[in-house]
């Protein structure tokens, strides 16, 4: 789970080997260690057998000291941070925004992506890249020519990259196309595969695979396509897979279904409240919507917020198995004039009742439990159940306007388009459905009785 921070600015110094060091920093270091850290710098640069990087060397000795803290904190140097916020904060990365069928020859499209400059330039499905930069890119075997593409086709951000396709049947002449694709930042959808898994009672399903920036909207936007046509009876809250992103999303999230009372509260190490989050009832859409969350071993860090806060608060029934147990809160240090990043574990969080999750960082007064959320109803998989949720849930949802396309192009090569998580073929959602008729069955009999 991740908070945003900011640090007031650090002074730095140029040294003759051009490294920047930052004075700020070393002035806390102990002297001994503060000459040490100099003189083995100076001697590795003087000595070693091979030519070094002055400034890489400072940025590993960093990145050593903040790897051994725990397994979550992490130096993100200057030439990581745009992929790393990307990543972290916003749930995009870096290309042109096109979906590819896999170990296909020639390079087939399966669909462009929103927001990326395929789809605003017209690529459609069934393109088929003929030469993407400088390379020719017909020939690729199978095997090898979707990872080739992705590979050419990424690149820094507001770079182009210049790309033939030909379009048109086979057996037909194909029209060759030459566009110049930009690469940017293109959002990766956060809130997946919301449809009706029981159309009778109207019972919703929805997948919410990462907590970052903007997912609440795309969740409130994904629910009223599922009420378009009426309430729904229930929903199912699909968490699986999910691990983790900003603590603001996942407060929001539950703040969704609780109209009141506490969700979350984070604490310093001395065990002081540092933040309480509480519902607001304007935020509360779905106060009564009978609801059921799956997790598995997958689900972490705000996804444990939620799922624990609807637990403990009687919101939800919890299905699946037991969580990854991540309660612990990271936080993005970033300084003025300085281009690097400082991923750092500041706190941990607890439920409602009081619960951490965290399964290893534990406060002495956190008690025996093990951590991770305990499922209601514990439904465990076989390694390879487990593996084919995993690819399902992991699997890019078609946008609308390009499957019909899409799914014509599939049967011309032989592929399945992904599809759905279904009840039939998902142990974990047949039982989370189960589990919602009932709650929506009697929540329907108690209003039918008032």
Not at 314 to 328: C, E, I
Not at 373 to 394: F, G, K, N, Q
């Amino acid at each position: 789970m991740l908070a945003v921070a900011s640090v007031a600015t650090l002074c730095f110094v140029a040294v003759p080997a051009g490294v920047l060091l930052w004075r700020q920093v070393f002035e806390t270091l102990p002297s001994d260690g503060l000459r040490a850290l100099r003189l083995v710098h100076e001697q590795i640069l003087t000595e070693h057998v091979e030519p070094q990087d002055a400034e890489k060397l400072i940025d590993d000795a960093i990145r050593g000291m903040v790897g051994e803290l725990d397994r979550f904190s992490e130096f993100v140097p200057a030439d990581d941070v745009e992929g790393f916020e990307a990543r972290e904060l916003d749930g995009t990365y870096v290309g042109v925004g096109v979906l590819l069928f896999s170990e296909t020859s020639p390079i087939t499209v399966q669909s462009p992506l929103d927001g990326g400059s395929a789809a605003e330039l017209g690529v459609q499905p069934g393109d088929r890249f003929v030469r993407i930069g400088d390379e020719d890119v017909r020939a690729l075997p199978p095997e090898q020519a979707t990872a080739t593409a992705v590979k050419l086709l990424r690149g820094p951000s507001g770079s182009r990259v210049p790309v033939r396709i030909e379009r048109g049947a086979d057996g037909d002449a194909p029209a060759a196309i030459d566009l110049e694709l930009e690469r940017r930042p293109v959002p990766q959808s956060r809130v997946k595969w919301a449809h009706l898994i029981d159309p009778e009672r109207r019972l919703g399903y929805v997948h919410v695979s990462g907590f970052q920036r903007g997912m609440v909207e795309d969740f409130d936007a994904r629910m009223a396509e599922l009420e378009a046509d009426g309430p729904l009876g229930g929903l199912c809250l699909d968490l699986r897979r999910n691990p983790g992103g900003l603590l603001t999303e996942a407060v929001a999230l539950a703040n969704r279904f609780v109209a009141d009372g506490e969700l979350v509260t984070l604490k310093r190490r001395r065990g002081e409240v540092l933040e309480r989050h509480t519902a607001e009832t304007p935020a509360c859409t779905h106060p009564d919507l009978p609801l059921v969350v799956l997790v598995d071993e997958g689900t972490a860090s705000a996804s444990e917020v939620v799922a624990g806060a609807l637990q403990d608060l009687g919101r939800a029934v919890v299905v699946g198995t037991r969580s990854y147990g991540k309660g612990v809160v990271q936080s993005i240090y970033s300084w003025s004039g300085l281009p690097f990043r400082l991923k750092l574990t500041t706190a941990r969080y607890y439920t409602p009742s009081g619960r951490s999750l965290e399964r290893t960082l534990r406060h002495p007064e956190d008690g025996d439990d093990e951590g991770g959320i305990i499922p209601d109803e514990v439904v465990d998989l076989t390694a390879e159940e487990s593996r084919r949720v995993a690819v399902r849930l992991a699997a890019h949802e078609i946008l609308p306007p390009y499957l019909e396309a899409a799914r014509r192009v599939a049967a011309e090569l032989d592929r399945t388009l992904a599809e759905a998580p279904a009840p039939g073929d998902d142990e974990q959602l047949a039982a989370a459905t189960a589990a919602l008729a009932a709650r929506a069955d009697a929540a329907r009999e108690t209003g039918e009785r008032r």
